[in-house]
């Protein structure tokens, strides 16, 4: 049986972006937190990685303002996605930026023969990432079990902001600030998250097809479903008082353990822009 405290971590762990204003917290507990990071699992164990801490007042109001100005940007050029004013950020007790070293990148596969080239290019990137990933998410796991709480920031990954941030925090312009974790005291209880059923997402000895999500259920929740499930203190959909309104026809494929009665697997299709307009991409619709 795994340990109980490590469940309660796992599922404690919560993106709350409302911090209480004028705590602090000290530097030895900022630094536990970072060395989860340095214990994270890295590809051919590189450790791409440098994380910086930002706990001055006067740096984090700086890197606030990048933030900002970044969730402007989306508001204005990324119609649709639900983008959150980081003005929260000001209330943080620190911010740590995990920047990603791509030199690193020389010690994962890479093609000797022109045909490999996308076999082994996009999965060197993908190690990269992967790897950053897993730091960020244990940072974030070491940020909960000091009783305090964060989110992930993925816009100092975007290249106007992490030209400002390398700027301001003086790292070479050609590392990138991948995850940016904001601490603080949280202001809000946010117990649960939405999170599929096990029943869902476990497939036993192969892939069960009854269990695929169909392309028209992924437009959905990208449309409309998605807004809700991000941000609402409830894991199950089933006990959302508006469940009829806002799951209509699409109920039982999100609650029940079939999403996909018929058992048909559908071909590729263009996955690289959102495919309908609905609640959450009205903004789109309407400019
Ligand atoms: C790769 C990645 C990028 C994310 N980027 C952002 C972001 O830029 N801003 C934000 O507020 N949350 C961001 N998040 C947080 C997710 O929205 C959040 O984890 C998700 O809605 C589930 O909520 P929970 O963390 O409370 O379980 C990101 C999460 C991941 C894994």
Same mark, same amino acid.
């Given at each position: 049986?795994?340990?109980?405290? %490590?469940?309660?971590?796992?599922? =404690?762990?919560?993106?709350?972006?409302?911090?209480?204003?004028?705590?602090? !917290?000290?530097?030895?507990?900022?630094?536990?937190?970072?060395?989860?990071?340095?214990?994270?699992?890295?590809?051919?164990?590189?450790?791409?990685?440098?994380?910086?801490?930002?706990?001055?007042?006067?740096?984090?109001?700086?890197?606030?303002?990048?933030?900002?100005?970044?969730?402007? *940007?989306?508001?204005?050029?990324?119609?649709?996605?639900?983008? !959150?004013?980081?003005?929260? +950020?000001?209330?943080? !007790?620190?911010?740590?930026?995990?920047?990603?070293?791509?030199?690193?990148?020389?010690? %994962?596969?890479?093609? /000797?023969?022109?045909?490999?080239?996308?076999?082994?290019?996009?999965?060197?990137?993908?190690? %990269?990432?992967?790897?950053?990933?897993?730091?960020?998410?244990?940072? =974030? +796991?070491?940020?909960?079990? $000091?009783?305090?709480?964060?989110?992930?920031?993925?816009?100092?990954?975007?290249?106007?902001?992490?030209?400002?941030?390398?700027? +301001?925090?003086?790292?070479?312009?050609?590392?990138?600030?991948?995850?940016?974790?904001?601490?603080?005291?949280?202001?809000?209880?946010?117990? *649960?998250?939405?999170?599929?059923?096990?029943?869902?997402? +476990?497939?036993?000895?192969?892939? @069960?097809?009854? =269990?695929?999500?169909?392309?028209?259920?992924?437009?959905?929740? $990208?449309?409309?479903? *998605?807004?809700?499930?991000?941000?609402?203190? $409830?894991?199950?959909?089933? /006990?959302?008082?508006?469940?009829?309104?806002?799951?209509? $026809?699409?109920?039982?494929?999100?609650?029940?353990?079939?999403?996909?009665?018929?058992?048909?697997? =559908?071909?590729?299709?263009? %996955?690289?822009?959102?495919?309908?307009?609905?609640?959450?991409?009205? *903004?789109? @619709?309407?400019?």
């Amino acid at each position: 049986m795994a340990s109980k405290l %490590f469940q309660d971590i796992i599922r =404690q762990r919560r993106s709350v972006r409302k911090f209480e204003a004028g705590r602090d !917290v000290d530097r030895a507990a900022l630094s536990r937190i970072v060395d989860c990071g340095r214990w994270a699992p890295s590809g051919a164990n590189a450790q791409c990685w440098d994380f910086i801490v930002v706990d001055d007042p006067q740096m984090r109001d700086a890197v606030t303002a990048v933030f900002q100005r970044q969730a402007q *940007r989306l508001v204005d050029h990324a119609k649709g996605f639900p983008a !959150v004013k980081k003005t929260y +950020l000001a209330n943080t !007790v620190a911010i740590i930026i995990v920047l990603g070293d791509p030199r690193w990148k020389v010690c %994962f596969p890479q093609p /000797t023969t022109a045909d490999m080239d996308a076999e082994y290019l996009d999965n060197n990137e993908a190690i %990269f990432l992967c790897s950053l990933g897993a730091a960020i998410q244990n940072i =974030q +796991l070491g940020v909960t079990a $000091e009783g305090l709480t964060s989110a992930w920031l993925s816009g100092g990954g975007e290249d106007l902001t992490n030209r400002e941030l390398s700027k +301001l925090l003086g790292y070479p312009d050609w590392m990138k600030a991948y995850g940016t974790i904001p601490i603080g005291f949280p202001a809000a209880s946010q117990n *649960r998250r939405y999170h599929r059923p096990l029943e869902q997402s +476990l497939h036993w000895n192969g892939y @069960q097809a009854e =269990q695929y999500r169909t392309h028209e259920q992924v437009d959905f929740y $990208e449309s409309t479903l *998605r807004p809700f499930a991000m941000y609402r203190d $409830e894991e199950l959909l089933e /006990t959302w008082e508006d469940r009829e309104d806002k799951l209509g $026809e699409w109920d039982a494929a999100f609650t029940s353990a079939n999403s996909n009665p018929g058992g048909n697997l =559908q071909p590729k299709a263009d %996955f690289s822009a959102p495919r309908t307009s609905g609640q959450a991409t009205k *903004r789109r @619709q309407k400019d």
